[in-house]
């Protein structure tokens, strides 16, 4: 069982930048993939981005260049650093964790990137 807890969401303005930080509880946090995803309103949620547990990364299109994603094993921590924010950018941001069958969610945070 994995537990996961988002935190460093908040409101920002455009251009501005956060750091979002998903610490998990349990053990073999390197085995396992993981990613962010966000729900903006009135949209499905979308992955925004992922780490394997080798270390490789990937993105999607609108956040390439903007967004990075990195993982600390000894801290069983993910974090996604997010700049030059644009107001499409909102929305609840939710981490996950997944290795095989097994697939946790966090509680999400919120980002709001309004003037």
């Known amino acids: 069982q994995v537990q996961l807890v988002e935190s460093g969401g908040g409101l920002v303005q455009p251009g501005g930048s956060l750091r979002l930080s998903c610490a998990a509880s349990?053990?073999?946090?390197?085995?396992?993939?993981m990613a962010w995803f966000r729900r903006a309103p009135g949209k499905q949620r979308e992955l925004v981005a992922f780490?394997?547990?080798?270390?490789?990364?990937n993105y999607i299109d609108p956040v390439k260049g903007r967004f990075t994603i990195s993982r600390d094993n000894a801290k069983n921590t993910v974090y996604l650093q997010m700049n030059s924010l644009k107001t499409e950018d909102t929305g609840v941001y939710y981490c996950?964790?997944?290795?095989?069958?097994?697939?946790?969610w966090g509680q999400g945070t919120q980002v709001t990137v309004s003037s």
């Open positions: 780490v394997a547990r080798g270390g490789k990364t």
């Open positions: 349990g053990s073999d946090f390197s085995l396992y993939t």
């Open positions: 996950n964790a997944a290795w095989a069958t097994l697939n946790y």
